[in-house]
């Protein structure tokens, strides 16, 4: 099971840190990930982090202001958010890569994942 946590409502340009507790015992041999899904629109990859938490992949338009981490003794996963914009807003879920290995690759679309956590809203204000 996935548990995110730490949305909440922020100003434009404001930060906020959501954490992703796991209660399994795959997580520290699973990339994990960040996917958020905006209002009315498709849930999107937002970031992903290798199991020793030493390679991350990000989305091309949020690289550079969202940084992914883990920490594997407490099977938790974190999304740092930094200067938020009101296209930010949305639910954002945690999620476990299926796959054990993935060659020369990041897993981004939504079926390479499984045991979706049910989300954390972050409302960003204009």
């Known amino acids: 099971q996935l548990q995110a946590s730490g949305g909440g409502l922020v100003q434009a340009g404001g930060s906020l840190r959501l954490s992703c507790a796991a209660s399994?015992?795959?997580?520290?041999?699973?990339?994990m990930a960040w996917f958020r899904q905006p209002p009315g629109e498709e849930r999107e990859f937002v970031a992903a982090i290798a199991w020793n938490g030493v390679a991350t992949h990000y989305s091309d338009s949020l690289k550079g202001r969202f940084i992914i981490s883990r920490d594997n003794p407490k099977n938790t996963v974190y999304l740092q958010l930094n200067s938020l914009k009101p296209e930010d807003t949305g639910v954002y879920f945690c999620a476990r890569a299926r796959e054990t290995v993935y060659d020369n690759y990041w897993p981004t679309a939504q079926y390479e994942y499984g045991n979706w956590g049910q989300g954390t809203l972050v409302t960003v204000s204009s």
């Open positions: 399994e015992r795959t997580f520290s041999t699973r990339i």
